[in-house]
């Protein structure tokens, strides 16, 4: 990896405990290359340069550990990322776990576009699909569920719950822990779908803020 990311990258990797391959490197380098590319035609994430590693990348990374954690419960597992928009958090994690197959489900257009050439451009696309299609229309079935800056807890679980496998588990990156908490006292009073949660503090190498992965289960 030679970018101009290289420093902090590495830093942030070390910070994680995350260890990258050379191709897993070169994998992240190109695709912070195609979302500077295509961020001001798309408007894909509202940062810039090193904060744009920091806010979407590491953010997606910090929860590697954990999540890699899970998916090693299951013989294969499949891992789908919803609302996926500039493939965060499900690029840098299909980069981080290579040995999984991931799906983004994303249905803006000029999103899908972006995620298209951005999986060519990292050598993903035999690994990582793409589902153009809303939420309520996706009819597979996943053992991990990822998203990231999506729509709260409340408004998406019912739909989550039927492509949910068996014994799956739904992680959701989050703020604060007093959201979360006020997000999962929704969740109980008004979703049809029956959930169990636990909360992980999450640390993000140079970010001043507090995140968290939210993990659910179908009762």
């Not at 949910?164 to 009073?189: F, M, N, P, R, T």
């Not at 909360?199 to 993000?204: G, I």
């Given at each position: 990896m030679?970018g101009?990311?290289?420093?902090?990258?590495k830093?942030?990797?070390?910070?994680?405990?995350?260890?990258?391959?050379?191709?897993?490197?070169?994998?992240l380098?190109?695709y912070?290359?195609?979302?500077?590319?295509?961020?001001?035609?798309?408007k894909?994430?509202?940062a810039?340069?090193?904060?744009?590693?920091?806010?979407h990348?590491?953010d997606s990374?910090?929860?590697?550990?954990?999540?890699?954690?899970?998916a090693?419960?299951?013989?294969?597992p499949?891992?789908a990322?919803?609302?996926?928009?500039a493939g965060?958090?499900?690029?840098?994690l299909?980069?981080?776990?290579n040995?999984?197959?991931?799906?983004?489900?994303?249905?803006?257009?000029?999103?899908?576009?972006?995620?298209?050439?951005a999986?060519?451009?990292?050598?993903?696309?035999?690994?990582?699909?793409?589902?153009?299609?809303?939420?309520?229309?996706v009819?597979?079935?996943?053992?991990?569920?990822?998203?990231?800056?999506?729509?709260p807890?409340?408004?998406?679980?019912?739909?989550v719950?039927?492509?949910?496998s068996?014994g799956?588990l739904?992680?959701?990156?989050k703020g604060?822990?007093?959201?979360?908490?006020?997000?999962?006292?929704q969740?109980?009073s008004?979703c049809?779908s029956r959930w169990?949660a636990e909360?992980f503090p999450?640390t993000?190498?140079?970010?001043?803020?507090?995140r968290?992965?939210?993990?659910?289960?179908?009762?």
């Amino acid at each position: 990896m030679s970018g101009k990311y290289e420093a902090l990258i590495k830093e942030g990797l070390d910070a994680m405990q995350l260890s990258f391959s050379a191709e897993q490197l070169q994998q992240l380098e190109r695709y912070i290359a195609e979302v500077e590319l295509f961020n001001p035609i798309y408007k894909l994430v509202g940062a810039e340069g090193d904060d744009l590693v920091i806010r979407h990348i590491f953010d997606s990374l910090s929860a590697v550990g954990k999540i890699g954690e899970f998916a090693r419960q299951y013989e294969t597992p499949s891992f789908a990322d919803l609302g996926s928009g500039a493939g965060l958090p499900g690029i840098p994690l299909a980069i981080a776990l290579n040995a999984y197959p991931f799906t983004l489900v994303e249905r803006m257009e000029r999103r899908v576009n972006f995620l298209r050439n951005a999986l060519v451009a990292t050598g993903l696309s035999e690994r990582v699909q793409i589902a153009a299609q809303d939420l309520k229309q996706v009819r597979q079935h996943f053992d991990v569920i990822t998203f990231r800056a999506f729509r709260p807890l409340v408004e998406i679980l019912d739909d989550v719950a039927p492509i949910l496998s068996d014994g799956g588990l739904v992680c959701a990156y989050k703020g604060i822990g007093e959201q979360v908490e006020s997000e999962l006292i929704q969740v109980a009073s008004q979703c049809k779908s029956r959930w169990s949660a636990e909360v992980f503090p999450l640390t993000v190498p140079h970010l001043d803020a507090n995140r968290t992965l939210c993990v659910l289960t179908k009762i």
